[in-house]
């Protein structure tokens, strides 16, 4: 007879330090932090460093900027067991202001920067795989 037991569960004592900059390296005050299915978020105080705490020790933890001026690449951070405190740095992009195509239906082309994608009409569809008329940015 052989017994086994479930793994244990993933301590959640874990805490990440998170350090905000512009592309500058200035500190991003009040900037929001959070992470994808850990329900954790904190806000950068006056140095740009924001603590998440609570995280789970040796599980996959991915890390991300939210709001809508500013983005930054997530970042996959898994923390050791025991607590110890971890730290990244974010290094955060002002979001350009949004491309417009007039109406979608018709189709077109959004430029910028030297990037260009061309719609054909009827070519852009919503999650559901209709076609999109109107306005879109």
């Known amino acids: 007879v052989v017994v086994a037991s479930a793994p244990a569960a993933p ?5 990440l330090w998170v350090t905000v900059t512009d592309e500058r390296a200035a500190p991003l005050p009040a900037a929001t932090i959070r992470t994808l299915g850990q329900d954790a978020r ?5 140095r740009g460093v924001a603590v998440l705490r609570g995280l789970p020790a040796e599980v996959p933890v991915v890390v991300q900027l939210e ?3 500013w983005t930054a690449q997530p970042q996959r951070v898994t923390l050791r067991r025991g ?3 971890a ?3 974010l290094r955060a992009l002002r979001r350009a202001a949004p491309e417009r195509l007039a109406d979608a239906g018709a189709g077109g082309v959004v430029a910028r920067g ?3 994608v061309e719609l054909p009409a009827g070519g852009l569809v919503d999650e559901a795989g209709r076609p999109v008329s109107g306005t879109v940015e």
């Open 11 to 15: 301590s959640r004592d874990g805490q």
């Open 42 to 46: 904190a806000t950068a105080d006056e």
């Open 67 to 69: 709001g809508a001026e």
């Open 83 to 85: 607590g110890l405190p």
């Open 87 to 89: 730290s990244i740095a």
């Open 114 to 116: 030297g990037a260009r």
